[in-house]
């Protein structure tokens, strides 16, 4: 079997839950198939580095990239916002190199499947002379426009009620022009359907790589300690951190005035950055290995206002029996009860108190830590997903059910 996975970014240094999902997907398809062809945009031509680190992870991978700057994906963006109905993202990752190219690839290799990246890459697959087409949206997107509408200002409350217009229509057609769309929870899967999804949409949660995310060697935790975990060029991410530093971190600090709030994740703004050493907080910023930091908290927090699916940060969290406090936004995707792991709270009030809770009781903590990691091990175990995967890339879809939460 041989798979075109066409992508609108690149999916190595698996940072971040896109390019984690991605790369967890070719890690578990690589040992069932003949090769894996991937297809690329990238921001910036130093790259196509990491694309052959990527390749020599898989023998039987090969990475290709095209370039397409940042500046031009804006120009296009703009020109998009009279020239047509289609959304915004998919007039930002437009470029006639990655048409063709994928045009190419099609012709010279007689793949059996093609994979697709989220909406934005939809176009591309659509006329490639491929007999199976799998779109991984992995959330509703209607969904979580709806969410981000009222936390819009400025030009971006103008830019988000244009793409909020265009992309329901859009992700309905796509729907319908793959023979199976997957997202990450049921709460999207309903989503759709309710919006009128044309075909199916099968359910594939994120996981966790629980061979790398291990109990062993634990760090001791430090009780003063909260961690943020995510990509800060994600707009729900860094309304995440705004909320929690401005309505919720002063809270914590007037009870706790030892207690330092760290932001762990790429492509930090500037005014993410300019909160480094301000009332506890900690912007670390980018680094190697996630794991000994979320060891050492005492607790991560998911204040989430926008957004859907999965979280893979709380995923990842529990994984290392860090214990989570999450809004509602953050949680619901999550196959678990609530106190089992993770604590939920909307108001700023409630959430402090229950960030104070995991600070100042330590048993309490250890408690939730190993009830979350329990959860990860029976339903987010990523090597339970290679199935369903497999058998939506040969054209078959899962039986009466199509959630897979294992």
């Given at each position: 079997?041989?798979?075109?996975?066409?992508?609108?970014?690149?999916?190595?240094?698996?940072?971040?839950?896109?390019?984690?999902?991605?790369?967890?997907?070719?890690?578990?398809?690589?040992?069932?198939?003949?090769?894996?062809?991937?297809?690329?945009?990238?921001?910036?031509?130093?790259?196509?580095?990491?694309?052959?680190?990527?390749?020599?992870?898989?023998?039987?991978?090969?990475?290709?990239?095209?370039?397409?700057?940042?500046?031009?994906?804006?120009?296009?963006?703009?020109?998009?916002?009279?020239?047509?109905?289609?959304?915004?993202?998919?007039?930002?990752?437009?470029?006639?190199?990655?048409?063709?190219?994928?045009?190419?690839?099609?012709?010279?290799?007689?793949?059996?499947?093609?994979?697709?990246?989220?909406?934005?890459?939809?176009?591309?697959?659509?006329?490639?002379?491929?007999?199976?087409?799998?779109?991984?949206?992995?959330?509703?997107?209607?969904?979580?426009?709806?969410?981000?509408?009222?936390?819009?200002?400025?030009?971006?409350?103008?830019?988000?009620?244009?793409?909020?217009?265009?992309?329901?229509?859009?992700?309905?057609?796509?729907?319908?022009?793959?023979?199976?769309?997957?997202?990450?929870?049921?709460?999207?899967?309903?989503?759709?359907?309710?919006?009128?999804?044309?075909?199916?949409?099968?359910?594939?949660?994120?996981?966790?790589?629980?061979?790398?995310?291990?109990?062993?060697?634990?760090?001791?935790?430090?009780?003063?300690?909260?961690?943020?975990?995510?990509?800060?060029?994600?707009?729900?991410?860094?309304?995440?951190?705004?909320?929690?530093?401005?309505?919720?971190?002063?809270?914590?600090?007037?009870?706790?005035?030892?207690?330092?709030?760290?932001?762990?994740?790429?492509?930090?703004?500037?005014?993410?950055?300019?909160?480094?050493?301000?009332?506890?907080?900690?912007?670390?910023?980018?680094?190697?290995?996630?794991r000994p930091y979320l060891r050492r908290a005492a607790c991560?927090?998911?204040?989430?206002?926008?957004?859907?699916?999965?979280?893979?940060?709380?995923?990842?969290?529990?994984?290392?029996?860090?214990p989570v406090v999450s809004t509602r936004v953050g949680f619901?995707?999550?196959?678990?009860?609530?106190?089992?792991?993770?604590?939920?709270?909307?108001?700023?009030?409630?959430?402090?108190?229950?960030?104070?809770?995991?600070?100042?009781?330590?048993?309490?903590?250890?408690?939730?830590?190993?009830?979350?990691?329990?959860?990860?091990?029976?339903?987010?175990?990523?090597?339970?997903?290679?199935?369903?995967?497999?058998?939506?890339?040969?054209?078959?879809?899962?039986?009466?059910?199509?959630?897979?939460?294992?």
């Amino acid at each position: 079997m041989k798979i075109l996975f066409l992508t609108p970014r690149l999916p190595y240094p698996p940072a971040g839950g896109d390019k984690v999902t991605v790369y967890s997907h070719i890690r578990l398809l690589s040992p069932r198939v003949d090769s894996i062809h991937v297809l690329s945009l990238i921001e910036h031509p130093g790259e196509t580095e990491y694309a052959r680190d990527f390749e020599a992870e898989f023998p039987n991978l090969t990475v290709e990239t095209v370039h397409l700057s940042r500046n031009r994906s804006r120009l296009n963006a703009a020109l998009g916002l009279a020239s047509s109905s289609l959304p915004l993202q998919v007039h930002y990752y437009r470029s006639s190199r990655f048409v063709r190219r994928a045009a190419e690839l099609a012709r010279e290799t007689a793949f059996d499947a093609c994979y697709a990246h989220l909406v934005r890459m939809a176009p591309y697959a659509r006329t490639l002379p491929i007999p199976v087409k799998v779109l991984c949206m992995t959330d509703c997107l209607t969904l979580r426009y709806e969410r981000s509408a009222p936390y819009a200002a400025g030009m971006a409350r103008h830019v988000e009620r244009i793409e909020r217009k265009r992309i329901t229509p859009f992700e309905i057609r796509c729907t319908g022009e793959f023979h199976a769309s997957i997202v990450v929870s049921e709460v999207d899967r309903r989503r759709l359907l309710a919006l009128g999804a044309r075909g199916p949409v099968v359910v594939v949660p994120f996981g966790v790589d629980l061979g790398k995310f291990t109990l062993e060697n634990d760090e001791p935790r430090d009780p003063d300690t909260v961690a943020f975990l995510g990509n800060l060029h994600s707009a729900p991410n860094r309304d995440a951190v705004r909320y929690f530093v401005d309505q919720i971190w002063p809270r914590i600090r007037q009870r706790k005035p030892d207690a330092r709030f760290q932001v762990i994740g790429i492509n930090a703004p500037d005014w993410v950055t300019r909160l480094h050493g301000r009332n506890g907080v900690e912007i670390v910023g980018a680094v190697d290995d996630v794991r000994p930091y979320l060891r050492r908290a005492a607790c991560t927090v998911c204040p989430m206002r926008i957004g859907a699916g999965i979280q893979t940060k709380n995923l990842e969290s529990l994984a290392l029996k860090t214990p989570v406090v999450s809004t509602r936004v953050g949680f619901e995707g999550l196959d678990a009860p609530e106190g089992d792991g993770v604590l939920v709270a909307d108001s700023p009030h409630e959430f402090a108190e229950q960030v104070l809770w995991f600070l100042t009781d330590a048993a309490e903590r250890e408690r939730q830590g190993m009830a979350g990691r329990r959860i990860i091990e029976q339903r987010y175990d990523w090597n339970t997903r290679a199935p369903v995967l497999y058998a939506l890339l040969t054209g078959e879809l899962p039986g009466a059910g199509v959630t897979t939460t294992s």
